[in-house]
């Protein structure tokens, strides 16, 4: 559990993650999206019969028309703080499921969208984004709660011991970098090239285990995805996971209905699986898609956090190729 004296996100940090934000709100589409994401009830409206519906205490609605100057930024951050104190002492208290839910009100667990993209926005200095991220989800909550390690907090910091800087996040930088993780490295990287981080399925996970996700929820939560990268326009897209490729791969198809390796994968219960079957030349006709009229790259890569996709590091080359990386 998060001890006192643990490191924080300052007054300071908070208006840079703000900032982020608002380069990449674009005319208040990002902050509008948030907003009908922090209402959403699509998973269990249309299945209403199933037990494992994700937990919607990820996304927060960011006001940022009205977080235009310093003053209202730090009264916004009194609020979040609140949220995390809050948060704190009933993680603390190792409710029940039930309980917890029952108790946490309008609090989330991150400042914005996803505990990773609000580190990314606090390293963002520019309004360009090199590499939109789209995982599966932020981790399943029944999981969650009981689990130590994996409690993170609104304003945590990538310092303290407790938070989201686990394997999938430092697996992921170091591969893509070619390098041992240094923090450094990936803060230069979000400063000067933009990443943005998202999920197939923008709420906790409601199964007990990982992999037992419904598909459908991902359904539910397309429509969201679709419209982050319009608003993104993001030089290359990278899934993580079988149900992330194939959440993406569907995305990605309407605007490309000539790709056959897209509407395999869009359609493979196991699409990591076909794309490795596939020439290097086929692949490679991923790197020159279209979404509306943008031009973009998309590379599906297996979800780093596991161990055993280690040996798949070779193909972070062609994305560090892709992106004109130094090695």
Known sequence: MEQMGQPKYTARDFRSVINGYRKVDNDAALSTLLLEAYRCTRCSTKYPDRLDHPVNLLVRPLPLSRLSNITAVDK???RIKRDHGHLRNMLKAKLTLSEFLGRVGSARFCIGLLPWLDYSMLHRRTDATDIMIIGIDFKNFPDFITKQKDHHLPIATAQASNNVWGPTWR???SNLLAAPYEDSAIQGFLN??????????LCFGGADKPRLHCYQYLECCR??????????????????????CRNVASILEK???????????SRAANPL????????RERRKLFHLKFESHDLGFFPLYQPGWSYTAKYRRNY???????????
Not at 273 to 280: A, D, L
Not at 317 to 325: A, F, K, V, W
């Open 273 to 280: 699986h076909i794309f490795r079957e596939y020439s290097v």
């Open 223 to 244: 429509p969201y995805v679709e419209r982050q990268i319009a608003i993104v326009r993001p030089k290359c897209l990278v899934s993580f996971g079988d149900f992330g």
């Open 255 to 265: 605007y490309n209905p000539e790709c056959k390796l897209l509407s395999s994968l």
């Open 171 to 173: 697996r992921f930088w």
């Open 192 to 201: 000067v090239r933009g990443a943005y981080f998202t999920n197939s399925m």
């Open 317 to 327: 080359s062609e994305l560090r190729e892709y992106l004109q990386l130094k090695t």
């Open 76 to 78: 916004y951050f009194i």
